[in-house]
């Protein structure tokens, strides 16, 4: 008979292991590029947008409804002072116009005097003709609209971008309030178990049996609504899955031999839980919250078309969907399918990351 050889494989060869299985997913690897390109539009944000004033909120009301592509004739014609936002200032929360333009049919020069017919205006009406001194306003340019204007004249590109941050903001940091509640409950309930088990257990099937929606309504009623509301109300309503997957974890490796080393060695419980134990549930734990990523995204974006989510003037996927959903039946349902489509491809990325990280995390090792 052959014996089996015994190899060592440390952790940084699983590690390895785990990304070159991960590399090879192609579904897997496409989705975490895509995430990663998503994320840095949300970070770079008024930096690349089209409309860089704050929340995208530029309205021109003569360009409402614009299909994708329309350009326009701008012409600055007020000096409204100098904005002194840095490169980071700018990124984060924008910058307003150092001049304010305005959107026209056709400009001339005669004299000193600047003569224009503003874009809303009735073609061939004489009293509708502006002018302003030359020297008072800037040169005309050609604007742009991508994806057109939405019915206040609005850059819909502008709006699509900086909704990214909403999106991906909740996501992140109701991911990480779940995170710190369920493993910090799930850990406790299965490493002490008895009485401790039975409460932690009970206060899980009690929030597990309240429809999550209803459940997160009912938080935002109590919070108010608002950015940072959203966010804790999504977060306060996902741990319930990282817990009961952290607590059966962890009942199972409290009873292996490394652990019973630990405690032999005078480890206390803090020590043995948070650095022998939790390591080993990790993977799992990855992987679930790639899946709340998702589910939280989603949530945000139902209780934002409810009008519970996000408030304006600040972009948001589901806001963007409840304001335009009038215009499907129209010839402007872009206008409404292109934030679905966008919240579509965001959770699909990341459900299908969750599938390669499940099976790139689940490393065996052929023992020959």
Same mark, same amino acid.
């Given at each position: 008979?052959?014996r089996?050889?015994?190899?060592? $494989?440390?952790?940084?060869?699983?590690?390895?292991?785990?990304?070159t299985?991960f590399?090879?997913?192609?579904?897997?690897?496409?989705?975490?590029?895509?995430?990663?390109? %998503?994320?840095?539009?949300?970070?770079?944000?008024?930096?690349?947008?089209?409309?860089?004033?704050?929340?995208?909120?530029?309205?021109?009301?003569?360009?409402?409804?614009k299909?994708?592509?329309?350009?326009?004739?701008?012409?600055?014609?007020?000096?409204?002072?100098?904005?002194?936002?840095?490169?980071?200032?700018?990124?984060?929360? /924008?910058?307003?116009?150092? $001049?304010?333009?305005?959107?026209?049919?056709?400009?001339?020069?005669?004299?000193a005097?600047?003569?224009y017919?503003?874009? *809303?205006?009735?073609?061939?009406?004489?009293?509708q003709?502006?002018?302003i001194?030359?020297?008072?306003?800037?040169?005309?340019y050609?604007?742009t609209?991508?994806?057109?204007?939405?019915?206040? /004249?609005?850059?819909?590109?502008?709006?699509?971008?900086?909704?990214?941050?909403?999106?991906?903001?909740?996501?992140?940091?109701?991911?990480?309030?779940?995170? %710190?509640?369920?493993?910090?409950? *799930?850990?406790?309930?299965?490493?002490?178990?008895?009485w401790?088990?039975? $409460?932690i257990?009970?206060?899980i099937?009690v929030?597990?049996?309240?429809?999550?929606?209803?459940?997160?309504?009912?938080?935002?009623?109590?919070?108010?609504k608002?950015?940072?509301?959203?966010?804790?109300?999504?977060?306060?309503?996902?741990?319930?899955?990282?817990?009961? %997957?952290?607590?059966?974890q962890?009942?199972?490796?409290?009873?292996?031999?490394?652990?019973?080393?630990?405690?032999?060695?005078?480890f206390n419980?803090?020590?043995?839980?948070?650095?022998?134990?939790?390591?080993?549930?990790?993977?799992?734990?990855? $992987?679930?919250?790639?899946?709340?990523?998702?589910?939280?995204?989603?949530?945000?974006?139902g209780?934002?078309?409810?009008?519970?989510?996000?408030?304006?003037?600040?972009?948001s996927?589901?806001?963007?969907?409840?304001?335009?959903?009038?215009?499907?039946?129209?010839?402007?349902?872009?206008?409404?399918?292109?934030?679905?489509?966008?919240?579509?491809?965001?959770?699909?990325?990341?459900?299908?990351?969750?599938?390669?990280?499940?099976?790139?995390?689940?490393?065996?090792?052929?023992?020959?």
């Amino acid at each position: 008979m052959f014996r089996k050889k015994r190899i060592d $494989v440390s952790t940084a060869s699983l590690n390895r292991i785990a990304w070159t299985k991960f590399r090879k997913n192609i579904l897997g690897f496409g989705s975490l590029c895509f995430i990663a390109s %998503v994320t840095l539009i949300a970070c770079l944000g008024y930096l690349i947008t089209p409309d860089q004033t704050p929340f995208a909120n530029d309205q021109y009301l003569e360009l409402g409804l614009k299909k994708p592509g329309f350009t326009v004739l701008m012409l600055p014609l007020s000096y409204t002072g100098t904005d002194k936002s840095g490169m980071i200032s700018t990124m984060i929360s /924008g910058k307003t116009h150092t $001049v304010q333009p305005v959107a026209i049919r056709t400009t001339m020069v005669s004299g000193a005097f600047r003569y224009y017919i503003p874009y *809303g205006s009735i073609p061939g009406d004489a009293n509708q003709v502006g002018s302003i001194p030359a020297a008072g306003c800037g040169e005309p340019y050609r604007k742009t609209f991508l994806l057109g204007t939405d019915r206040f /004249g609005r850059d819909y590109l502008s709006q699509l971008m900086i909704g990214t941050r909403v999106s991906l903001s909740v996501g992140l940091i109701s991911v990480l309030i779940s995170l %710190v509640i369920g493993i910090t409950l *799930g850990a406790l309930g299965g490493y002490y178990r008895g009485w401790v088990d039975a $409460v932690i257990m009970w206060l899980i099937n009690v929030v597990w049996s309240i429809p999550t929606l209803l459940l997160v309504i009912a938080i935002t009623f109590a919070l108010g609504k608002g950015f940072w509301q959203v966010f804790i109300a999504v977060g306060l309503t996902m741990w319930v899955e990282v817990a009961r %997957v952290v607590r059966g974890q962890v009942l199972s490796i409290r009873e292996k031999e490394f652990v019973e080393a630990a405690r032999a060695l005078g480890f206390n419980d803090f020590r043995i839980i948070f650095r022998h134990i939790l390591p080993n549930v990790m993977a799992a734990v990855i $992987v679930i919250s790639a899946a709340n990523f998702a589910s939280a995204i989603l949530l945000e974006a139902g209780l934002s078309f409810l009008g519970l989510g996000v408030q304006p003037p600040t972009p948001s996927w589901g806001s963007m969907i409840k304001e335009n959903y009038g215009y499907i039946i129209l010839d402007y349902a872009y206008l409404a399918v292109l934030p679905g489509i966008a919240i579509m491809l965001v959770v699909l990325a990341f459900m299908l990351m969750g599938n390669a990280l499940r099976d790139a995390l689940d490393v065996k090792v052929s023992l020959n």
